[in-house]
């Protein structure tokens, strides 16, 4: 343990707690001899029992190299703990992010084109009338009538897949 209560692991100086979840916790750490940012996730002993799932987990990081995707730097043991090493995002949890920069919903709604006598109808009403947009993206509950800022997030979601993915975009698109 350093004097500022951080300590060495493997070539990174743990220099304080970025968040925990139910099978790992994530640090923001400093390679030693790049002194770079880095965020180091510790994977909790009880998540050790579905490896594959974490082995998984780090070759879809391998194979997912864009520049929206936080980016994979490495892996290692030790003593018995398994560490990820991933690019550090300045910005913290894209949740928060999102949640701090939560559009009001006259800008939510302002990529969405629509044709209408009634201009005092609200915006997402008069979308869920016209149904603008590309089915195969739409969240379920659209067509049903619900509309929200999750439903956004839904499609945000099979984007990034179709991103990442010209098969899935394809086959998405098709049925």
Known sequence: MGANGSRDIHGYRIVGSLGTGS??????????????????????????????????????????????????????????????VLEYCKFGPIDSFIKSKEPDEEKRMANKVFKSEDTKKKIEILYMETMAGTYAYMAPEVPTGRYNAQADIFSMGILFFGILNDELKEKVERE
Do not use: M
Request: hydrophobic share 40%; charged share 30%.
């Open 23 to 84: 099978f790992s916790d994530v640090y923001k750490a400093t390679e030693l001899s790049t002194k770079d940012t880095v965020a180091l996730k510790r994977i909790k002993e009880e998540a050790l029992d579905v490896l594959d799932s974490v082995s998984i987990e780090i070759k879809s990081l391998q194979i997912a190299v864009h520049k929206n995707v936080v980016k994979y730097i490495n892996s290692f043991t030790d003593e018995n703990t398994l560490y990820i």
